[in-house]
């Protein structure tokens, strides 16, 4: 007799759910690990694109939608000019001595650790909530929510966003030299 294993009567939303997991947590430790920038970036756009599959599967459309156009494309694309702007050479790179990658190496496990015995600690919040019976994927309430109750989070997500297309501009900028 075959042995099925348990996972194998997994519905498929789970297979999916499992799939996109899988795509986005590999995608975004190529962009870590990959040594070419450029690479970097193609492999944050898959990750980006497995979390939009994410919010499809949490019947967010808007949000998935709205997480393609702002962030793989909008987002990816100022990245990708800032990387070609700034032209990133292995011959300009500069080596960064072995206590800073021990500093960073350390600090990243630190977080980890906090992070984990955050989610092990925390409680779940199913049952706080109030079935409002509001549809949280029209525009309308979410327009109303996020210009409400979420004003001030909004702008200072645009005031970030301004800041960094202003350093982009600033870092892209060549110097002129005297004659």
Same mark, same amino acid.
């Given at each position: 007799?075959?042995?099925?294993?348990?996972?194998?009567?997994?519905?498929?939303?789970?297979?999916?759910?499992?799939?996109?997991?899988?795509?986005?947590?590999?995608?975004?430790?190529?962009?870590?690990?990959?040594?070419?920038?450029?690479?970097?970036?193609?492999?944050?756009?898959?990750?980006?694109?497995?979390?939009?599959?994410?919010?499809?599967? +949490? &019947?967010? %459309?808007?949000?998935?939608?709205?997480?393609? $156009?702002?962030?793989? *494309? /909008? !987002?990816?694309?100022?990245? #990708?000019?800032?990387?070609?702007?700034?032209? +990133? &050479?292995? %011959?300009?790179?500069?080596?960064?001595?072995? $206590?800073?990658?021990? *500093? /960073? !190496?350390?600090?990243?496990? #630190?977080?980890?650790?906090?992070?984990?015995?955050?989610?092990?600690?925390?409680?779940?919040?199913?049952?706080?909530?109030?079935?409002? *019976?509001?549809?949280?994927?029209?525009?309308?309430?979410?327009?109303?929510?996020?210009?409400?109750?979420?004003?001030?989070?909004?702008?200072?997500?645009?005031?970030?966003?301004?800041?960094?297309?202003?350093?982009?501009?600033?870092?892209?900028?060549?110097?002129?030299?005297?004659?």
């Amino acid at each position: 007799m075959i042995h099925i294993p348990d996972f194998a009567h997994a519905s498929t939303v789970q297979i999916i759910f499992c799939f996109l997991a899988f795509i986005t947590v590999i995608t975004a430790f190529l962009a870590i690990f990959s040594r070419n920038p450029i690479h970097s970036a193609l492999y944050l756009v898959i990750s980006f694109f497995s979390i939009a599959g994410h919010y499809l599967l +949490l &019947n967010s %459309q808007f949000l998935a939608i709205v997480h393609v $156009i702002v962030y793989s *494309g /909008a !987002i990816m694309i100022l990245f #990708l000019f800032t990387i070609m702007l700034m032209n +990133l &050479n292995k %011959q300009n790179e500069v080596h960064k001595p072995r $206590i800073t990658r021990l *500093g /960073a !190496i350390v600090s990243f496990c #630190l977080i980890c650790i906090v992070l984990i015995l955050v989610f092990i600690n925390s409680k779940p919040i199913a049952g706080e909530y109030i079935a409002t *019976g509001e549809d949280y994927q029209s525009i309308k309430v979410l327009g109303r929510v996020l210009l409400n109750e979420y004003m001030v989070p909004f702008e200072f997500a645009s005031i970030l966003l301004l800041t960094a297309m202003i350093g982009v501009v600033l870092l892209s900028k060549k110097e002129k030299t005297e004659k």
